[in-house]
């Protein structure tokens, strides 16, 4: 029986992989990869037998219990199994999932962290994450909208910067400007919202826009949303892009 590595690709750029990560894949016999992972990341696996799940563009996704099957069945006929799976493998993916197929049969794994999406759009932006923050998922597949609603309210009122994971699908059109809907009754107007588009990737696209003006239009499937707090600012450049920043001093009395 093998051992099973759960990697986190990170965001995009092969690059931006654990120096951990990249040497475990060297040494793989399968790799079961999110099929919308960056090609040249398998690259590190040369001799692994390479197995894309999940979704690719247009296409369903490969039932979760079914990936989990493939990976228990890998770690049973072969000693190293990779499972490598986009930013951090344990966050806003199913992997919890995974990890407990692994559990119930008994089969050892090991987890190695990867950078996610909103630290990617962060570096890019500046530093939006740089006070009490908090990372929601948009979607409503495997929780009641209500919930979503709630905990927005909520930790807009708590003063956190948040980012917004699974922003929007086809399947799921409405649910961003309902969010703004409902940050637009607690927080100020002009607080700038991030749209931080593949961050990582080449066809990579940031863009700044006020709360009051904030489009989901603007949002895809590629996109994590930051949405700043009272104390978050906007440095202006002339000649390059502006950046965004929450500073770490908060004055006394805030909310
Ligand atoms: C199912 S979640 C997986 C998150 C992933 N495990 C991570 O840690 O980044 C997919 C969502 O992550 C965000 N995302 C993933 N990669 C991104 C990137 N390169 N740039 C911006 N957002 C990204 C988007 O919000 C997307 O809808």
Redesign the pocket.
Known sequence: MGKVYLI?AG??AADLITVRGARLLGTADVVLHDALVEPAMLDYAPHARKIAVGKRCGQRSTAQHFINKQIVDAALAHDVVVRL?????M???RADEEMRALEEAGIDYEVVP?I??ML??AARIGAPLGHDFCAI?LSDNLKPWSLIENRLRLVAEAGLVIA????VSKARPWQLGKAFDILREVLPADIPVVF??????PDERMTIARLADAEASSAD????VIIGSAETRVIVRETKPDLVYTPRFVKEGAR
Do not use: E, Q
């Open positions: 986190g965001p995009g799976k986009g930013g951090d493998p966050l806003f993916g990867g996610t999406a990617a759009v998922s917004l994971y699974n922003p931080g588009r593949a961050a990582g990737r499937m590629a996109t994590c």
